[in-house]
């Protein structure tokens, strides 16, 4: 099994983990209810993506 030859640095450790993060979902209001929903998803209280009825939901 392969080795370091020398030691990694903490700056160097560290600039390498700068993308290791978790981002806030981008979150967006159904034009049909005014839910907050995801992007690009259906909307998960009336059923509607961009006007258009996608799932009919039974209550």
Sequence with gaps: ???PKHKISKQRRN???THDK?????LS???NCG???LYHRV???CG????RLIIEQTT
């Design 43 to 45: 909307c998960p209280e």
């Design 22 to 26: 978790a981002e806030v979902p981008t």
């Design 1 to 3: 099994m392969a080795h």
């Design 35 to 37: 839910v907050a929903v």
């Design 15 to 17: 600039k390498r983990r």
């Design 29 to 31: 209001n159904c034009s």
């Design 48 to 51: 509607y993506y961009r006007g």
